[in-house]
């Protein structure tokens, strides 16, 4: 099994250890089910996971939204099919599996209601310029959510930072939730983005 301590800092968590993130125990610190309540979804959201995975959370999330649709949008082919293979067996027939980078999100500005990331954005080359993505795509009412892992995690952003760097793309802070071994950040859009949007014209 590989060491996920062992990779570059800022670079993709190798899918060999995956299977890792399926483990039950993560539930002790965040349940799906704790985090889908966090996200406040509606029937027919649409949401975008950026970076999920195998997918632990999004059986959750592709339930919460039955009208809508789960967008989960990931740089490593792997991961997403080992996502597929665990949503496709339970019916969840409105997730789309989207091969892409965090700095070039395959989705129609303004298009999306949620956008979230679990212990993600840590291993996005270039922050700013996924953030500014990640405004792109949001509505203009629309939730951005990041969790980050204290414990376990290599590419763990502290809370601080992780706030400036979204307050600093157009964002303003709305919800905090998770304390001693993780935290999750909620943001709503403020003025038009910054730091980035300019350059995808
Ligand atoms: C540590 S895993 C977390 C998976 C899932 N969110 C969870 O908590 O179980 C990070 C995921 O982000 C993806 N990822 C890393 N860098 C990315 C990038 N630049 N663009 C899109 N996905 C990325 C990885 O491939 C991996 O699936």
Redesign the pocket.
Known sequence: MAD?HAKPAG???P?E??PH??SPV?GLVLSPGALVRRLGLVADATVL?????????SPAVARAVPKGRLVL????Q???EMARERLEPLGLDHVEYRL????SLPLESDSVDVAF????L?????RAL?LAELHRVLRPDGLLSI?E?KVG?P?YIPLRELQSSVESAGFRRSSRHGYLIHYTLGFRKTAPGVEGSWQRG
């Open positions: 996920p670079t993709p968590m899918p250890y995956a993130l399926l993560r996971e950026l970076g999920p995975g195998p997918g632990y959370f949008v990931d740089v490593q792997e991961m997403l892409a980078g965090a700095d990331l679990v212990a993600v840590g291993e996005v080359p270039d996924c969790t892992y995690d590419d």
